[in-house]
């Protein structure tokens, strides 16, 4: 600032652009000329090697931590740290808790011959326990530590590699224990990178639970803990940075940016509702798991029992190679596919061939009781009777040269097309899959009526009530249709109604 612009600005009041600017490069000029360390060199308008060697001390410090914070929280957010954190305060009697909390300790349960609901509420009761504890008094403080060192964590944005490659050309990184000769610099570019150390700086708490979190993290990295001299070095230094105006006045006198100002925000993260969402989702994917497993278990044995001997007929077109790619991008997928292969199986198998002729003898010679259930039983017999067709309707919606059908597979050729697709498939699928699940109950409410209506009816024709038929004497004279037959139809119809129940919504 010379004279003249002295005189120009203080008391001829003028207010020129160039001359505020001088001024207030002035202003900063003097504010950092009052610092207590010679950072900047005002005649030469450079970053002195004073600063550079005020850096990598801190560098020194930190640097075998900044990949693990960077990798950690910058790139994963934390989440993983966080469950360290959490585990790691574990009791013993918190830590027996979880051991039940897993697929393997309620299979073990469950393979001894405990009742799996029994397994499944003593879990529940166990996970009821252990959620109170992780919501428990501790949870401040761990909570308290995570955003500490999260707020921390945002160091590793700043390039100290580079930033002091700018002051020496012949700087290595990771060298802790150099002694590298630092000159000073004018690169703008330094200034701009010191826009993210000064962020970085200002959003670090510098209390005793810093240093709990740093090693903290330094024992989960697995990296040597920082020694006390050194913790305490660097928390000073970083005390002094965070002064007002330190890093912020010398950005501001270099770019001319006036209105820079340090953006800060302390996170305020409550690991625990992510912890406990996150488990009590595994837990219960872990139980439906089993479920599933168990139910898979017995559709294999009724259906190897129902059906043996009898090889499986598939469906032409809703088959499950469309349904492994649906489930391949976590799309809805076919559910009706498998009941409606047992039922397709079911009727032309075995009812068409075996059943169909005596119950169709039964429902001709025997008189109801009730017009209402000779109709009741005669719906459910053509609803049985008629379901292949049914089914090969169904099959038609999603035949090769239906709209429908190019339309899916166009969708899910690759992950990214499903991606973009999945409310259409989605949409398409439940639409499709509603319909071939109504053959699926009508089916199942139809054997349901045939077997009760038939219980009856053994029963009049075993001990001559009249509860469902007026003339049981008459079954004896029947050519296709007995008392033995009615009872074999029925173990056959009540073991297929187990089957499909694993199937009805």
């Not at 574990?90 to 029994?118: C, H, Q, R, W």
């Not at 160091?155 to 580079?162: G, M, P, Q, V, Y």
């Amino acid at each position: 600032m010379n004279f003249v612009d002295y005189v120009k600005y203080n008391f001829l009041n003028m207010r020129t652009p160039d001359l505020v600017e001088k001024m207030r490069t002035q202003e900063y000029a003097t504010k950092i000329a009052n610092q207590k360390y010679m950072f900047v060199d005002l005649k030469a308008k450079t970053l002195t090697e004073t600063f550079a060697k005020y850096i990598f001390e801190i560098y020194k410090v930190v640097g075998p931590l900044i990949n693990s914070l960077r990798e950690e929280f910058v790139i994963k957010d934390g989440k993983q740290f966080s469950y360290y954190l959490i585990e790691v305060s574990f009791t013993n009697e918190v830590k027996e808790l979880y051991a039940t909390l897993n697929k393997d300790y309620m299979l073990s349960k469950i393979d001894t011959g405990v009742n799996p609901n029994t397994v499944f509420n003593e879990v529940k009761s166990n996970f009821v326990k252990f959620k109170k504890y992780v919501s428990g008094e501790n949870a401040k403080e761990t909570n308290l530590i995570f955003n500490i060192l999260k707020d921390f964590s945002a160091i590793a944005r700043f390039d100290f590699f580079l930033f002091l490659r700018a002051f020496c050309t012949s700087f290595v990184d990771g060298a802790y224990n150099s002694n590298p000769t630092f000159k000073p610099t004018s690169n703008v570019q330094v200034v701009d990178d010191l826009i993210k150390l000064d962020e970085a700086i200002q959003n670090i708490m510098v209390k005793k639970e810093l240093v709990t979190a740093l090693n903290t993290f330094c024992k989960y990295s697995g990296i040597p803990e920082i020694p006390e001299k050194n913790m305490k070095a660097l928390l000073t230094r970083i005390k002094y940075l965070q002064t007002p105006g330190v890093l912020s006045n010398i950005i501001i006198f270099f770019l001319r940016d006036f209105t820079y100002k340090p953006h800060s925000s302390y996170s305020n993260v409550n690991i625990f509702v992510n912890y406990i969402t996150d488990f009590t989702k595994n837990l219960k994917n872990d139980m439906d798991s089993i479920i599933s497993n168990i139910k898979s278990n017995k559709i294999s044995t009724i259906r190897n029992n129902i059906f043996s001997g009898i090889e499986i007929l598939k469906l032409s077109n809703v088959n499950e190679d469309k349904n492994e790619q649906l489930q391949k991008f976590d799309c809805e997928y076919f559910t009706c596919v498998e009941p409606l292969q047992y039922i397709k199986t079911f009727v032309i198998e075995m009812f068409d061939m075996d059943h169909k002729d005596a119950l169709n003898d039964m429902f001709v010679g025997l008189e109801f009781v009730s017009k209402e259930r000779n109709s009741q039983g005669l719906d459910a017999f053509y609803t049985l009777s008629d379901s292949k067709e049914e089914i090969q309707m169904f099959d038609t919606m999603l035949s090769p040269e239906t709209e429908a059908c190019k339309k899916l597979m166009g969708w899910i050729l690759t992950k990214n097309k499903a991606n973009a697709n999945r409310d259409l498939i989605d949409g398409l699928v439940k639409k499709i899959d509603e319909e071939g699940n109504k053959i699926v109950l009508s089916v199942y409410n139809a054997l349901i009526d045939i077997t009760t209506l038939l219980k009856g009816i053994v029963d009049d024709c075993a001990t001559g009530s009249k509860v469902e038929i007026s003339n049981p004497n008459k079954c004896a004279t029947l050519q296709k249709f007995s008392v033995e037959k009615g009872r074999s139809i029925l173990s056959i119809f009540e073991e297929f109604i187990s089957l499909l129940k694993n199937f009805v919504r």
